[in-house]
Every structure is written in structure tokens, then in C-alpha cells.
Nanobody, 126 residues
Framework: QVQLVGSGGGSVQAGGSLRLSCAAS????????MGWFRQAPGKEREGVAA????????SYADPVKGRFTISQDNAKNTVYLQMNGLKPEDTAMYYC???????????????????RGQGTQVTVSS
């Protein structure tokens, strides 16, 4: 069973950048779909981005398209979320998550992935 450790959150001003990392305890190449979801206080969990296990297909939520990029380094068993042009509405706890193959990269499914990290806080000030 894969263990995930998320990191890289912090406080930035609007327009700034952060890179979140998610280190997996086992080989994820072609074995897991990987994704990020977020949850702000008082709001529902929201799938942000995902990357497919075999094809590497990516999916992004509309609010982050063109600003966030998900990538995967199989040599390091690590998934990244590069976040540029951050906005105050991006403020949330961010969680990485994994779903073993066969898996889906649909955004609604990401918060339901069976494996997730502990969360890393992102705060964007205006």
C-alpha cells in the first residue's frame, strides 16, 4: 500500500508561485493515477489536477488551467504541482492522492482516491 507525503505549501502574495511535492513510498510508474485536490474552510473538496498512470494524460480544473502544472518524476516516485499566478481564491489545504490502476483522472474522482497524503497549506494574500 502506497504512503504519500505532501510538502511545499506556504504563504505567498497574489501572483506568486509555489511548487508542491508528493513523495510516494513505492514505485508509482504505470501503477497509480496521481492527483491533487484541495479544500478551503467551509467548502467542498475540489479536484485540482491529475495525471494518468500509463498514458500520462493530465486533467485540470477550470479555475487552475493555464496556471497549474502537474508532473511526475518516476525516478524519484514524486509528483509535483507547480502553481503560478496564485490568487487568493487558491487558498486551501492541498492533498495529494493516488488511485491504483485501473484508475480515472476525472476531477470529481480525485478526492475519492483511496490513498492520500497529510495535506499542505497554501495561503495566498492579496
Amino acid at each position: 500500500q502506497v504512503q504519500l507525503v505532501g510538502s511545499g505549501g506556504g504563504s505567498v502574495q497574489a501572483g506568486g508561485s509555489l511548487r508542491l511535492s508528493c513523495a510516494a513510498s513505492t514505485n508509482i510508474n504505470s501503477r497509480y493515477c496521481m492527483g491533487w485536490f484541495r479544500q478551503a474552510p467551509g467548502k467542498e473538496r475540489e479536484g485540482v489536477a491529475a495525471i494518468g498512470a500509463v498514458t500520462g494524460k493530465t486533467s485540470y480544473a477550470d479555475p487552475v488551467k493555464g496556471r497549474f502544472t502537474i508532473s511526475q518524476d518516476n525516478a524519484k516516485n514524486t509528483v509535483y504541482l507547480q502553481m503560478n499566478g496564485l490568487k487568493p481564491e487558491d487558498t486551501a489545504m492541498y492533498y495529494c492522492a493516488a488511485d491504483p490502476v485501473p484508475c480515472l483522472v476525472t476531477l470529481d474522482h480525485i478526492p475519492e482516491y483511496p490513498h492520500r497524503g497529510q495535506g499542505t497549506q497554501v495561503t495566498v494574500s492579496s
